[in-house]
Each structure stands twice: as C-alpha cells, then as structure tokens.
C-alpha cells in the first residue's frame, strides 16, 4: 500500500492554520498514522487511527479522515511545531511511511 | 519511563553482515509487538521488519527479505536485527520501537537510533 504526502514542504508563519494530507493508494479505514520529527531526534507520535491523539500531545494537533484520503491540522502553529511530519498506514504489511512533510518557517 | 537503547551500528563493506541489538527496559517486554525502522541520511522513514511479543510473527519489508531476520530474547528484554549480504542501499540510521497493536498498530516509543554505514 503506497502513501503520499503533500505537500512535501510548507513555508507558515506562528499562529498559522496548517493542514497535510496523506492519500493511501487502496482503503486503509483508520489504519493511519502521524509521527513528528525534529531534525536529530528520534520521531514521536502524535495521533493513532487517524484521529485519536496520543497522550501528552497538545490539542492544536488533530487528525481526520477514512478510507484513502486523510489530514493533520495543526490549529496554531507555535514555534516547536517546526518539524518533519510524516504518516505512516498500519493496515496491512509491509507497513508503510508517507514521504514527510517539512514545515519551515515563513 | 520506557527506555530502546540500540547498539551494533558501525561500518561494514557492501556483502557484509552485522548485528543490531535493542535493549528494552521500563515496559512489560513480552507483551508488546517490536519493530525496526530506518532513515537514510537525509531522507523519510522505512520500516523495516516487524515481530510478535512472542516471537511467533515476523513480517519484512520486501527489499530485506531473505538478508535480514529479526529476532527477540524475552528473558533478556532484547530485540534484534541481524543483517546479512548488506548494501550501500542500506546505509542507515536503524531506530527500535515498540508497536502498540490494539487493532489498529501504532509506534508508541522509539530509541535514538544506531547508524550503519555500508561502504568499501
């Protein structure tokens, strides 16, 4: 099952609305995942099954979707949001990363 | 506080073999699904293979079926990656993670990574 991202790079300012899609090639239900990375760590996840989040993340992160066509919002963008994000599909092996989505500063 | 400290990174020519470990702590080992996944310098992420809390399910990524064979030692709270007939293609850092499999199979924690670098 192939995922895409995009976009592949986003230029936003703080306090900015940002949305990423993730498009699988075949329905995957809620079998979707997103992972954040900062440049040197190891990623970290943010929602499971498509919309729940994971505990100790922030509530301006949210995740919606079903089937093939899915989105990370983030609500207010702040500063350590600047990161690598990526998607990832969980619904059949081998399981499968999305491209990555780097949010830069504008 | 749930710790996947990785070693057995490091330098090894193209048709080489080399050993990975993962060592686990602060979580009930044998009851999570673990995987390893990668990241070439500078690009996305890849899983790499996968296995069941009891060793009984290993699932591969096609590129390293037949090369690479993951493995898992309870009584040591220690995963694996052996890594065999090695590539340039898989120059690498290799991250362990924990899997939370509850339908839907999430990476919940994951370690710092061990680089290994595939080169003459």
């Known amino acids: 099952i192939q995922v895409t991202q995009s976009p592949s790079s986003l230029s936003a300012s703080v306090g900015d609305r940002v949305t990423i899609t993730c498009r699988a090639s075949?329905?995957?239900?809620?079998?979707l995942n997103w992972y954040q990375q900062k440049p040197g760590k190891a990623p970290k996840l943010l929602i499971y099954?498509?919309?729940s989040l994971q505990s100790g993340v922030p509530s301006r992160f949210r995740g919606s979707g079903s089937g093939t066509d899915f989105t990370l919002t983030i609500s207010s963008l702040l500063p350590e949001d600047f990161a690598t994000y990526y998607c990832?599909?969980?619904?059949?092996?081998?399981?499968?990363f999305g491209g990555g989505t780097k949010v830069e500063i504008k | 506080e749930v710790q996947l400290v990785e070693s057995g990174g490091g330098l090894v020519q193209p048709g080489g073999s080399l050993r990975l470990s993962c060592a686990a702590s602060g979580f009930t080992f044998n009851t999570y699904w673990m995987s390893w996944v990668r990241q070439a310098p500078g690009k996305g992420l890849e899983w790499v293979a996968q296995i069941k809390h009891d060793g009984s399910e290993k699932n591969y990524e096609d590129t390293v079926k037949g090369r690479f064979t993951i493995s898992r030692d309870n009584a040591k709270n220690s995963l694996y990656l052996q890594m065999n007939s090695l590539r340039a293609e898989d120059t690498a850092l290799y991250y362990c993670?924990?899997?939370?499999?509850?339908?839907?199979?999430?990476?919940?924690?994951w370690g710092q990574g061990t680089l290994v670098t595939v080169s003459s």
């Open positions: 099954a498509a919309s």
């Open positions: 993670v924990r899997d939370k499999v509850v339908g839907a199979t999430y990476f919940d924690f």
């Open positions: 990832q599909q969980s619904y059949r092996a081998p399981l499968t």
């Open positions: 075949q329905s995957i239900s809620n079998y």
